[in-house]
């Protein structure tokens, strides 16, 4: 680390996004939050600085005090809550930003759903949740199933399906204690209102995009594997999409950029097909999580990651790497059953199948396990390819299945 290198300013950073940025010749300054610092990234980074990443304006008032010391090229984060300050001490310091509060913006998907209904054709009927009541206004509506989930979550937490009027009071409930929020990460992804709408069954599929100047390129589509509470189990890369639904889908989520007033940078957005037909689900002003970025580097060349931190830093797009395989895949480890481990095998296994990229085990004997209902229940990652999406799939999902967890109940 040098004082003639631009110093890029980082919020909720990890190893491989600080990694990333100095070896694209800046420096880096990072404010984490103190509930999830990680004190191994601090001998990475000029400075290391702990606060309150929703305290939006305590972040962008301290930006600017760091700022006067090392005068950064860009800001930038990758990490669900803090995307709204980066942006907005982005637009403090008169630096590049994804937009004017649009990372603000979506990270409410009611919010964002007010956005698209302005100036647009009628969009479905929802309603934010303040009583079992608005759950039923919407199913009197719009008829049954519908979802109720946070307006505000992450990692699929807290999602209900509500299959009819007996379910009502009992998801009602679960909205509630969510709304406490005591789970794993609360300090930073706290959940502070929920919204109920139609339940849409179809496939799932996330569009990764890079906008620069308003024009907002499409990098990949990936289909969405969920489990039954709706947590993303698998991601495969391409998408496998005909051009007519392609074409639909790029339109939709285009649409949606525009709409809400995404200038520059990544955007994730996630949608449903059904019989032809694109339904919105919710978008973010950042990459894909799940190491999305990781599965469309394997197949395109192009890092998004390294393309965020490269156009916020006011560099040119680095070029990309060779491409690994035509197609690659991403299966998830989770249980059926809570219990504590007692052994776990089969990872040597798992990493000789054919096809199989990186395997990772989260457990170890000892820990405790349940079925998941949040993205961090999940036990372990196994990524593949091959020469096409159904082969990469069937290799990630052989590695899955080569993994035995011994558990004792609780």
Not at 100 to 106: D, E, M
Not at 229 to 246: K, N, R, S, Y
Request: proline residues 6%; hydrophobic residues 45%; aromatic residues 4%.
């Amino acid at each position: 680390m040098t004082a003639d290198r631009p110093v890029l300013l980082v919020l909720s950073a990890s190893h491989r996004i600080i990694e990333k940025a100095t070896g694209l010749g800046l420096d880096v300054v990072h404010i984490e939050a103190p509930s999830i610092a990680e004190p191994e990234l601090e001998p990475l980074c000029l400075r290391t600085v702990r606060a309150d990443l929703l305290d939006i304006p305590a972040v962008v008032e301290l930006a600017a005090e760091l700022h006067r010391e090392f005068g950064f090229a860009g800001v930038v984060s990758n990490h669900e809550p803090a995307c709204p300050a980066a942006e907005a001490a982005a637009l403090d310091l008169g630096l590049l930003a994804a937009g004017k509060g649009v990372t603000a913006l979506l990270r409410d998907k009611a919010r964002t759903r007010e956005a698209l209904a302005v100036g647009g054709p009628p969009g479905v009927c929802w309603s934010r949740v303040r009583s079992a009541s608005d759950i039923r206004d919407v199913a009197r509506a719009a008829g049954y199933p519908v979802m109720v989930k946070p307006a505000d979550g992450s990692a699929s937490l807290g999602v209900i399906k509500v299959q009819g009027p007996d379910e009502v009071d009992a998801a009602w409930q679960h909205a509630q204690r969510t709304l406490r929020n005591e789970h794993r990460y609360h300090d930073v992804l706290p959940v502070t209102d929920y919204l109920v709408e139609p339940f849409v069954e179809g496939d799932e599929y996330s569009v990764e995009t890079f906008s620069h100047e308003g024009r907002h390129e499409v990098c990949a589509i990936v289909r969405k594997i969920t489990n039954a509470a709706f947590v993303e189990i698998g991601h495969i890369v391409p998408a496998g999409l005909d051009e007519g639904l392609t074409a639909a889908v790029t339109s939709t989520v285009r649409l949606l950029l525009d709409r809400v007033g995404l200038r520059e940078g990544p955007a994730h957005t996630e949608v449903i097909v059904r019989d032809g037909e694109v339904h919105l689900l919710e978008s973010h002003a950042r990459t894909g999580g799940d190491g999305i970025p990781a599965l469309v580097r394997l197949v395109s060349g192009r890092d998004l990651e390294l393309d965020m931190i490269a156009h916020f830093a006011g560099l040119p797009l680095p070029r990309p790497a060779d491409p690994v395989a035509a197609a690659a895949a991403k299966a998830y480890l989770a249980t059926g059953t809570a219990g504590r481990v007692r052994a776990v095998t089969g990872l040597e296994t798992a990493l000789a199948q054919p096809g199989v990229h990186t395997a990772d085990l989260w457990i170890a004997p000892g820990d405790t396990v349940r079925p998941a209902t949040a993205s961090w229940d999940r036990l372990g990652e196994f990524v593949a390819v091959g020469p096409t999406a159904q082969r990469a799939w069937a290799a990630a999902e052989s590695a899955v299945g080569a993994i035995a967890i011994d558990m004792e109940a609780e």
